[in-house]
């Protein structure tokens, strides 16, 4: 018998059912993230390893096979702030037998949403119009119209780092074709050497960091903000999250944060996902330093590309110059179970993480 209850695992069962589930699902049609169990760690479980309010699983016996997991997080919007989740990993085990399974967690999830008094989730729905989650979540709104908002349609910038990994593991032709222009023209050549003047974070940035994400998000019309305790497990835990500091001579101060990511197309493509990047000198070329030392440092990691949101984080004139293509916009930002009145910005100019 399946029961569905908060989770109680340590992420490595998670990862290998979404891993599973999500190959048989999208493996060589679609792109779809492909989770490793510290990265599920890192992003649940490290922060406050206690709360677990928003974590719903389904268990038959002491087996994994369903979750959909949400992360308290606090949103600035204009000037209000706003108690909501980020929601994502959302999976059915195929062979739970279990049509309905599906909607049964996303019902408690609800219902956690409701007793706990949080305003909405924000989530993103994966894919095009024929992937099983687009079509899931769809099927949702018209049953539910009033508990999920598709938004808007947002896309990524992606750097090529190693293009003959990269040929084999692509779904679409215009991506092949794509990296078969990488190297043709000078400004797409060898990653970048890592600026004289950028250092791997410390410690002690922790507060430095933490405010200048403050001030970058004051034009945002969605902000997520930044307790002291969760910049500093964004920035560095356990050496998973990757952090560089533009530090010069106490003049400028500026960061890069990414993580690595796995993206599951014909094969998992290896991937340095750029969560944050800012200058508190609003300077481009600061902000290039930053991003080419990060690159560098991804590809003597052996990653496959750099991978970032196309939001204002990430303007062109920062990102076209480092060698990144913009891709087409591919994922729906949605707001799941948002509380009845609630007025939600239309997420123009959102300053989020992807997850």
């Not at 593991?169 to 400004?187: A, D, S, Y």
């Not at 106490?250 to 800012?278: A, C, Q, R, W």
């Not at 080419?292 to 204002?312: K, Y």
């Not at 480092?322 to 949605?334: A, I, R, T």
Request: aromatic share 12%.
């Amino acid at each position: 018998m399946i029961e569905i209850r908060t989770y109680d695992g340590d992420g490595e069962d998670v990862a290998e059912l979404t891993a599973r589930a999500w190959r048989a699902a999208y493996g060589g049609v679609s792109w779809c993230p492909y989770w490793s169990a510290e990265s599920i760690r890192w992003q649940l479980l490290s922060a406050c390893p206690d709360d677990r309010d928003f974590l719903v699983a389904a268990y038959n016996g002491c087996r994994l096979v369903g979750c959909f997991f949400a992360k308290r997080t606090a949103f600035q919007i204009s000037s209000r702030q706003v108690l909501g989740t980020i929601g994502s990993w959302f999976t059915v085990d195929p062979e739970a037998g279990s049509p309905r399974l599906g909607m049964a967690i996303v019902e408690e999830l609800r219902r956690r949403h409701v007793e706990y008094g949080v305003a909405f989730l924000l989530g993103y729905v994966n894919g095009g119009p024929n992937t099983p989650a687009n079509k899931f979540w769809k099927c949702f709104a018209k049953l539910y119209p009033d508990q999920i908002r598709f938004v808007r349609k947002i896309g990524y910038w992606i750097r090529i780092l190693n293009p003959s990994s990269l040929r084999r593991k692509c779904v679409h032709w215009f991506e092949r074709f794509i990296v078969g222009v990488h190297g043709i023209l000078p400004l797409l050549g060898a990653p970048p050497r890592r600026a004289p003047e950028v250092r791997d974070y410390v410690h002690g940035d922790s507060d430095r960091c933490g405010r200048l994400v403050g001030e970058l998000s004051k034009n945002a019309d969605l902000a997520m903000t930044w307790s002291s305790d969760r910049i500093a497990t964004q920035l560095d835990w356990n050496g998973f999250p990757r952090t560089l500091v533009l530090d010069h001579n106490g003049e400028t101060f500026g960061i890069v944060n990414y993580h690595p990511f796995g993206l599951l197309g014909k094969e998992v493509v290896s991937t340095g996902l750029i969560d944050l990047l800012g200058c508190g000198s609003g300077s481009a070329h600061d902000q290039r330093r930053l991003l080419r030392s990060a690159i560098a440092q991804m590809d003597a990691n052996g990653l496959d590309i750099a991978m970032a949101l196309r939001t204002s984080m990430f303007p062109p004139r920062v990102m076209l110059p480092c060698g990144f293509w913009p891709m087409p916009q591919s994922e729906h930002l949605v707001y799941a179970f948002p509380q009845p009145g609630l007025d939600l910005p239309p997420a123009d100019r959102p300053l989020i993480l992807f997850r």
